[in-house]
């Protein structure tokens, strides 16, 4: 059997960077920058006002109270300033430009708020309540590196440098077959021997949750020719596909009888459990990298754990490798196979404990819908009493 380690390394030396491409920004979402990006301006801009009050000379206000007569009005985006001469006073609001002659903000809480003369009750030092010109930012400096996944805070990074497309890796497309003559559209009547497809959408969603276009595409039966031609129609849109089912020992497995032939998709028995059964490879003239998981649900989402999810975070350009694990204290005994890594359904605690969850069978999905975590026993452990150290890893 092979290990889980060489199948993520074999995977992970196959899978490449997706190319960059310019997006709009409102495309840019979850994408990783593929650019420097820096600022053709300072930020701000200019020297403008923190607050809503009166622009003034700092030793016009040293003895308190006094009355200064208001000369002008700037609101945010005025451009046309009457300088603030000796004894002056000008209305100001936040964001607009300071004008010439004034080196202090009296905020108007400090003042009666006046509009023709303004009587100020505290004094302010220079520069209280301005905002520097270039403070943020200075011209031309590097606002993010390439490799940065553009969140929202980065977007607007990204808009505020007057940017209105960015290279990027995009999200990487991946689209979700489910194979099986036995699955059922949720939402339709269940016939006999019938069940509904869940890990279509399992998947379509942890795709999303990992940084990916998720499309889901439905399911096939077990015919591999209908298989294929249903795959050969989506390969054009996706940057990887992930099928599920179809992959283990019996007789119907049509993504294994289907693919085996091309050469270029590999199935093994990867020394975990549960998943055992997994295909790796790449189809089509454009090499799209498919996995083909094993079709129990909690088989298909840990092996989207372990092994699509890194290939993900390569193809978006990001640092990719094993899921993180913590440790923690198991609180009852726990069983594992021999020569098998398991990756166990537990209930992690804030007290660094983990429970397993009743129903540790690869079939039990609502097990795994309870649980918010995997409990790692290594290959060659069989038995943990309670209270022994395990490295979880976080769903
Ligand atoms: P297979 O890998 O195709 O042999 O399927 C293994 C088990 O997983 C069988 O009990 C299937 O009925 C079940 N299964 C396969 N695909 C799905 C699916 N998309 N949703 C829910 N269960 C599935
Ligand atoms: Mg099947």
């Given at each position: 059997?092979?290990?889980?380690?060489?199948?993520?390394?074999?995977?992970?030396a196959?899978?490449?960077?997706l190319?960059?491409?310019?997006?709009?920004?409102?495309?840019?979402?979850?994408?990783?920058?593929?650019?420097?990006?820096?600022?053709?301006?300072?930020?701000?801009?200019?020297?403008?006002?923190?607050?809503?009050?009166?622009?003034?000379?700092?030793?016009?206000?040293?003895?308190?109270?006094?009355?200064?007569p208001?000369?002008?009005?700037?609101?945010?985006?005025?451009?046309?300033?009457?300088?603030?001469?000796?004894?002056?006073a000008?209305?100001?609001?936040t964001?607009?430009?300071?004008?010439?002659?004034?080196d202090?903000?009296?905020?108007?809480?400090?003042?009666?708020?006046?509009?023709?003369?303004?009587?100020?009750?505290?004094?302010?030092?220079?520069?209280?309540?301005?905002?520097r010109?270039?403070?943020?930012?200075?011209?031309?400096?590097?606002?993010?590196?390439?490799?940065?996944?553009i969140?929202?805070?980065?977007?607007?990074?990204?808009?505020?440098?007057?940017?209105?497309?960015?290279?990027?890796?995009?999200?990487?497309?991946?689209?979700?077959?489910?194979?099986?003559?036995?699955?059922?559209?949720?939402?339709?009547?269940?016939?006999?021997?019938?069940?509904?497809?869940?890990?279509?959408?399992?998947?379509?969603?942890?795709?999303?949750?990992?940084?990916?276009e998720?499309?889901?595409?439905?399911?096939?039966?077990?015919?591999?020719?209908?298989f294929?031609?249903?795959?050969?129609?989506?390969?054009?849109?996706?940057?990887?596909?992930?099928?599920?089912g179809?992959?283990?020992?019996?007789?119907?497995e049509?993504?294994?009888?289907?693919l085996?032939?091309?050469?270029?998709?590999?199935?093994?028995?990867?020394?975990?459990?549960?998943?055992?059964p997994?295909?790796?490879?790449?189809?089509?003239?454009?090499?799209?990298?498919?996995f083909?998981?094993?079709?129990n649900?909690?088989?298909?989402?840990?092996?989207?754990m372990?092994?699509?999810?890194?290939?993900?975070?390569?193809?978006?350009?990001?640092?990719?490798?094993?899921?993180?694990?913590?440790?923690?204290?198991?609180?009852?005994?726990v069983?594992?196979?021999?020569?098998?890594?398991?990756?166990?359904?537990?209930?992690?605690?804030?007290?660094g404990?983990?429970?397993?969850?009743?129903?540790?069978?690869?079939?039990?999905?609502?097990?795994?819908?309870?649980?918010?975590?995997?409990?790692t026993?290594?290959?060659?452990?069989?038995?943990?009493?309670a209270?022994?150290?395990?490295?979880?890893?976080?769903?």
């Amino acid at each position: 059997m092979k290990s889980v380690d060489a199948h993520l390394a074999e995977i992970l030396a196959t899978v490449r960077p997706l190319a960059p491409l310019e997006l709009e920004l409102e495309q840019a979402l979850g994408t990783t920058l593929a650019e420097e990006v820096s600022s053709p301006v300072p930020l701000p801009p200019f020297d403008n006002s923190a607050m809503d009050g009166y622009a003034v000379r700092a030793a016009d206000i040293s003895d308190v109270p006094v009355t200064l007569p208001v000369i002008d009005d700037v609101a945010a985006g005025s451009d046309e300033l009457r300088a603030v001469g000796p004894g002056h006073a000008v209305r100001i609001m936040t964001g607009a430009p300071l004008p010439a002659g004034a080196d202090t903000v009296v905020p108007v809480e400090w003042t009666d708020g006046g509009t023709v003369s303004v009587t100020i009750n505290r004094s302010a030092g220079e520069g209280n309540a301005i905002r520097r010109a270039g403070e943020d930012v200075k011209l031309g400096q590097t606002v993010l590196e390439p490799g940065t996944v553009i969140r929202p805070a980065q977007l607007g990074i990204i808009a505020g440098v007057g940017r209105r497309r960015v290279w990027v890796r995009p999200r990487p497309r991946i689209l979700v077959l489910s194979t099986g003559a036995e699955l059922v559209e949720p939402g339709l009547p269940l016939g006999p021997g019938q069940i509904w497809d869940s890990n279509s959408f399992t998947l379509t969603a942890a795709v999303r949750e990992a940084g990916g276009e998720g499309f889901r595409a439905g399911t096939v039966g077990d015919d591999p020719a209908v298989f294929l031609e249903q795959l050969d129609s989506h390969l054009v849109r996706a940057d990887a596909i992930i099928t599920s089912g179809g992959v283990s020992m019996g007789a119907y497995e049509p993504v294994k009888e289907a693919l085996t032939p091309l050469g270029t998709v590999r199935f093994d028995k990867v020394a975990m459990q549960p998943g055992m059964p997994q295909g790796f490879g790449v189809v089509g003239e454009d090499q799209v990298p498919i996995f083909a998981l094993p079709g129990n649900p909690v088989s298909s989402f840990v092996s989207f754990m372990l092994f699509v999810r890194p290939a993900l975070d390569k193809m978006r350009g990001l640092p990719a490798g094993p899921p993180a694990t913590e440790t923690a204290h198991v609180t009852t005994p726990v069983r594992s196979p021999a020569g098998r890594r398991s990756y166990l359904r537990g209930m992690l605690a804030a007290d660094g404990t983990v429970a397993p969850v009743r129903g540790q069978g690869s079939h039990q999905l609502a097990a795994l819908a309870s649980a918010n975590a995997l409990v790692t026993v290594p290959e060659d452990v069989t038995e943990l009493p309670a209270g022994s150290a395990v490295e979880v890893i976080r769903l």
